[in-house]
């Protein structure tokens, strides 16, 4: 069975740092891209990041120089390591896995991990 | 980049009406795009990709259309179990950018 199960996330002051891992099952996260979403509270939803099957990355330009993706192989996991925290960073994000069974777009997501920047 | 604009930003039909969203990119995208549903509190689901293609188990009363710039998610008979946000993205090349979210209601 296809999955994502998200791990990490929490409250965290202005300027400091966090990782997210998405651990995936049922697939090989080698061979697919892997987004990070995210949605503030109350607001619709922001796409952050991807990561493709051949390691390229891209980032949208509200994280771009913060957040870094990556992919552990033998762990079959994706990590989204946040630097430099802002207050408008708070968010519940989101991994999803783009075509993950037989269609385009986002098809599986993790359940969500919630991240709060406030001091 | 490619701006993602949907209309209206919120509705509400009664049970059993036809309902339309629309989504219109701000250069040519093709058929790249896809409709997501979000429950509230819930983790947005695949509805439609390929702007016309159903994905797997959504009920046939949910269809997509469009090419280019400007693209329509209609669901042909409103249910109770439709009350949701939905959102269009495009997929054509990064960023991967959403449409800002349609919320319809019950009447």
């Known amino acids: 069975e296809v999955q994502l199960v998200q791990t990490g996330g929490g409250l965290i002051q202005p300027g400091g740092s966090l990782r997210l891992s998405c651990v995936a099952s049922?697939?090989?996260?080698?061979?697919?891209?892997i987004h990070w979403v995210r949605q503030a509270p109350g607001k619709g939803l922001e796409w952050v990041s991807i990561?493709?099957?051949?390691?390229?990355?891209h980032y949208a330009d509200s994280v771009k120089g913060r957040f870094t993706i990556s992919r552990d192989r033998s762990k079959n996991t994706v990590f989204l390591q946040m630097n430099n925290l802002r207050v408008e960073d708070t968010a519940m994000y989101y991994c999803?896995?783009?075509?993950?069974?037989?269609?385009?777009?986002?098809?599986?997501w993790g359940q969500g991990t919630l991240v709060t920047v406030s001091s | 980049d490619i701006q993602m604009t949907q209309s209206p930003a919120s509705l509400s039909a009664s049970v059993g009406d036809r309902v339309t969203i629309t989504c219109r990119a701000s250069?040519?995208?093709?058929?790249?795009l896809v409709w997501y549903q979000q429950k509230p509190g819930k983790v947005p689901k695949l509805l439609i990709y390929?702007?016309?293609t159903l994905q797997s188990g959504v009920p046939s009363r949910f269809s997509g259309s469009g090419s280019g710039t400007d693209f329509t998610l209609t669901i042909s008979s409103l249910q109770p179990e439709d009350v949701a946000t939905y959102y269009c993205?495009?997929?054509?090349?990064?960023?991967?950018?959403f449409g800002q979210g349609t919320k319809v209601e019950i009447k």
């Open positions: 999803g896995g783009d075509g993950l069974v037989a269609s385009r777009g986002l098809d599986y």
């Open positions: 049922g697939f090989t996260v080698s061979n697919k891209d």
């Open positions: 990561i493709y099957g051949g390691d390229n990355t």
């Open positions: 250069q040519v995208i093709s058929n790249y």
């Open positions: 390929a702007a016309s």
């Open positions: 993205q495009k997929y054509d090349a990064v960023p991967w950018t």
